[in-house]
């Protein structure tokens, strides 16, 4: 329910203005994630950053968005959705400009948690903004282009990264990753205050701050020690933290079911638990997502084993783009003929891909550049299992949402991919750093993110396994939710 007329809105002819100013909100949060890999060379000679502070920079992104997103649709129900948008993209444009001007890395890891924070009040206004502006039938339309959106800024990140880099704006280097955001943030926020519908929930009860905190403070619990416990030699109260953070979890969650049963609106619905598929679907993301650690690996790789550019480290990626923009628009007919093992045909096609690079890189003379046909085929492949498998295993997820909550199970599932992401780069990053020696050797690289790869194959069989059984008969009977759609 809405507060301002929604046909009104939706007959208007700024319309498209409006979603256009939804769609670069869509756009920059994904962006902003994986842009720096391609910078992190830079970065790290340039400020003298350690291994750990580069999983930072990445992870302390992904936790404070993850973390905050359930939060950030709520306070739009609760102030306002254009209100929280533009609170969100001035924030977004005010951290850019501290990862940009950052003199040592405290003052980029402190500007990265920001624009996650900041990111997490943005990006959940679009989705419902979108039903308010759009009638009925131009809303399936409008809601395809706006997760195309999210996924292609996912996959260009690090071709732009590159090419920003290499034109070397105003002498800028790395910083202009960051700084380029700007204009772009000032431009969003001229137009979004007269062309963003101002509309909130009717009658909205109080945040769960309670539940904000304990969740926030369980997932640090358990990433700063992943992250951190190598780089201090995993002293005794890295691991009090790794202990604390289940228990901070489970009085989290008797916290949401006490709330619940009081007739408060908990952040994440006790209702989770009573469907067995969605459980497993859920764990399946967690599994599936740690394929975001796959970039940072392989642009480190190109650079510091292979020497290329910044520019070129981009570029290597466009084949696992055009995969991801091809997989997508197959899916249809995928499912039309394999049903419910579309999600695991598409992870089985990136393991395809992680084993065929890892073993092409591990039987190449360390140093030498790996058969180029031979890595734009691997890309491929994970670039079209992606775009296979990551829309049909989140569709499947929130097709199991109990009764009126497929926006808190899509706040749910958008988490679970921001968690899975920093999980990959606190635990497959510590494995990748691990095993290559201080120095960088391209030996040592290599052989690093061959390993690497190796695991993120494992994590994706499990995340496949989990969703072919997550689909079964017998993980959705007897659930009192609605089966998933084929």
């Known amino acids: 329910m809405i507060m ?3 046909s009104a809105i939706a007959s208007s002819s700024s319309r498209w ?6 769609l670069v909100g869509a756009f920059l949060p994904p962006l902003d994630f994986f842009i720096v890999n391609v910078a992190l060379p830079s970065i790290r000679s340039d400020l003298r950053i350690t291994t750990a ?7 302390a992104y992904a936790v404070a968005y993850a973390a905050f997103l359930i939060t950030g649709g709520r306070m739009g129900d609760l102030y306002g959705r254009r209100n929280v948008f533009l609170c969100g993209i001035a924030g977004f444009g005010a951290s850019s400009a501290i990862c940009g001007l950052a003199v040592s890395p405290s003052m980029l890891i402190i500007g990265r948690v920001l624009q996650g924070l900041s990111a997490a009040a943005m990006a959940p206004q679009g989705i419902a903004s979108i039903h308010t502006l759009f009638p009925e039938h131009e809303r399936a339309r409008a809601l395809g282009i706006y997760g195309a959106t999210m996924g292609l800024a996912a996959v260009i990140a690090q071709a732009v990264g590159g090419v920003l880099i290499a034109a070397d704006i105003f002498q800028l280097g790395w910083r202009v990753i960051f700084l380029i955001n700007l204009p772009v943030v000032a431009a969003v926020f001229i137009l979004g205050i007269p062309f963003l519908p101002c509309t909130r929930g009717q009658n909205p009860l109080p945040l769960d701050k309670s539940g904000v905190v304990l969740c926030t403070l369980a997932l640090g619990l358990l990433i700063v020690p992943l992250v951190e416990g190598r780089e201090f030699g995993w ?13 901070v979890a489970m009085r989290f969650w008797r916290h949401e079911v006490a709330l619940a049963r009081r007739g408060g609106i908990p952040l994440i619905s006790p209702e989770l638990g009573q469907s067995p598929g969605l459980q497993l679907g859920l764990i399946g993301i967690l599994f599936f997502y740690v394929v975001s650690a796959f970039f940072l690996t392989f642009s480190i790789y ?25 997989g997508p628009l197959t899916t249809s007919h995928a499912i039309n003929v394999f049903g419910r093992f579309v999600p695991a045909i598409g992870m089985t096609l990136e393991v395809a891909g992680c084993l065929l690079l890892s073993l092409c890189i591990a039987l190449t003379p360390a140093g030498e550049c790996p058969p180029l046909e031979v890595v734009v085929a691997a890309l491929g492949l994970i670039g079209f299992g992606q775009g296979w498998a990551l829309p049909t295993l989140v569709r499947s997820v929130i097709d199991r949402a109990p009764p009126g909550g497929a926006g808190m199970i899509s706040g749910v599932v958008s988490s679970a991919l921001q968690i899975s992401c920093a999980l990959g780069i606190a635990i497959l990053g510590g494995v990748f750093f691990s095993l290559a020696d201080p120095v960088h050797s391209p030996a040592s690289l290599a052989a690093a993110f061959s390993v690497t790869m190796l695991c993120i194959a494992i994590s994706l069989i499990i995340a496949a396994l989990l969703s072919i059984y997550a689909s079964s008969p017998r993980a959705t009977d007897g659930s009192r939710f609605a089966k998933p759609r084929a």
Do not use: H, T
């Not at 502070?53 to 992870?59: C, K, Q, T, W």
């Not at 520019?311 to 991801?324: E, V």
């Open 4 to 6: 301002k007329d929604s």
């Open 17 to 22: 203005i409006a979603f256009v100013v939804l």
């Open 53 to 59: 502070e580069i999983e930072l920079v990445i992870s």
């Open 235 to 247: 002293p005794w109260w890295i691991w009090l933290m790794l202990a604390v953070s289940p228990v």
């Open 302 to 326: 190109l650079q510091d084993a292979l020497g290329v550019s910044a520019l070129m480290a981009g570029m290597m990626f466009i084949p696992c783009g055009l995969g991801f923009f091809i």
